[in-house]
């Protein structure tokens, strides 16, 4: 995966590409970060290169060539990466629909922030993070989209995947901690699902898209709907 950031402030871009890099880190995704210090260099750059980047990070706010002038250059070289504003003003709305712009980070950045506009890119480029843990002593990679539910056995997780199912010593307290922020939740005592798996929520169990059904505990279904709800505005 590869990611451009283009910003004529090198603080802001190093900035950005300090909180990137956190994140990459955080959800293990193996990813290539280019730093641009003019939106010339950036749209020469990714009409040579074959490899486009997935993502790109533009100012708005640049001399010579503005962020926005640039996302419709990059268009008319008919590049596709996702789009990512860095403003410090809302009134490019209009100019970012016109460009298919992905989404906004308002200046000054805000870890929070971005880190959901990088869950919400993930998902729709199709990357995904993991978690690793230990099998009977064997070290495992689980990565998150391949996860179908999670559910506690005793004193272990038994992590139900598309590989089959994987048992390690941890908590569900534990888990949460490592799972990425607003992609999962429970749904009993003993379970967790990954929301982007959930094709319907009924009153008493969820219709999961392998073809499961999930039994929801009754304390659990209003913060369940809240989160898929959420997760759902949160794709568009």
Same mark, same amino acid.
């Given at each position: 995966?590869?990611? =451009? *950031?283009? %910003?004529?402030?090198?603080?802001?871009?190093?900035?950005?590409?300090?909180m990137l890099d956190a994140y990459l880190k955080e959800y293990r995704i193996d990813c290539t970060i280019e730093e641009y210090d003019s939106g010339a260099? /950036?749209? %020469?750059?990714?009409?040579?290169?074959? !490899?486009?980047?997935?993502?790109?990070?533009?100012?708005? /706010?640049?001399?010579?060539? %503005?962020?926005?002038?640039?996302?419709?250059?990059?268009?008319?070289?008919?590049?596709?990466? !996702?789009?990512?504003?860095?403003?410090?003003?809302?009134?490019?709305? =209009?100019?970012?629909?016109?460009?298919?712009?992905?989404?906004?980070?308002?200046?000054?950045?805000?870890? #929070?922030?971005?880190? !959901?506009? +990088?869950? $919400?890119? +993930?998902?729709?480029?199709?990357? @995904?993070?993991?978690? #690793?843990? /230990?099998?009977?002593?064997?070290?495992?990679?689980?990565?998150?989209? !391949?996860?179908? &539910?999670?559910? @506690?056995?005793?004193?272990?997780?038994?992590?139900? @995947?598309?590989?089959?199912?994987?048992?390690?010593?941890?908590?569900?307290?534990?888990?949460?901690?490592?799972?990425?922020?607003?992609?999962?939740?429970?749904?009993?005592?003993? #379970?967790?699902?990954?929301?982007?798996?959930?094709?319907?929520?009924?009153?008493?169990?969820?219709?999961?898209? &392998?073809?499961? *059904?999930? +039994?929801?505990? $009754?304390?659990?279904?209003?913060?369940?709907?809240?989160?898929?709800?959420s997760w759902r505005r949160n794709q568009f």
């Amino acid at each position: 995966m590869k990611i =451009a *950031i283009c %910003d004529d402030e090198k603080m802001d871009r190093r900035l950005i590409r300090y909180m990137l890099d956190a994140y990459l880190k955080e959800y293990r995704i193996d990813c290539t970060i280019e730093e641009y210090d003019s939106g010339a260099g /950036l749209l %020469d750059a990714v009409s040579k290169e074959a !490899e486009k980047p997935e993502l790109l990070f533009l100012d708005i /706010l640049m001399d010579h060539m %503005d962020g926005m002038d640039l996302a419709r250059k990059i268009r008319g070289a008919g590049v596709r990466s !996702e789009i990512v504003f860095i403003t410090s003003s809302n009134g490019y709305a =209009a100019d970012a629909f016109e460009v298919q712009a992905f989404s906004y980070l308002r200046k000054p950045l805000e870890k #929070e922030r971005l880190r !959901e506009v +990088m869950n $919400r890119a +993930m998902a729709r480029i199709g990357f @995904t993070g993991s978690i #690793e843990i /230990l099998c009977s002593r064997v070290p495992e990679t689980i990565y998150f989209s !391949e996860i179908r &539910w999670i559910e @506690t056995s005793g004193r272990q997780l038994v992590f139900h @995947t598309e590989r089959g199912e994987y048992r390690t010593y941890m908590t569900l307290a534990g888990l949460t901690e490592k799972l990425p922020a607003g992609n999962f939740a429970q749904i009993s005592r003993f #379970e967790v699902v990954p929301l982007a798996r959930i094709r319907r929520i009924g009153e008493k169990e969820a219709e999961m898209d &392998w073809g499961g *059904i999930l +039994m929801i505990s $009754r304390r659990y279904l209003a913060d369940l709907q809240n989160a898929y709800d959420s997760w759902r505005r949160n794709q568009f």
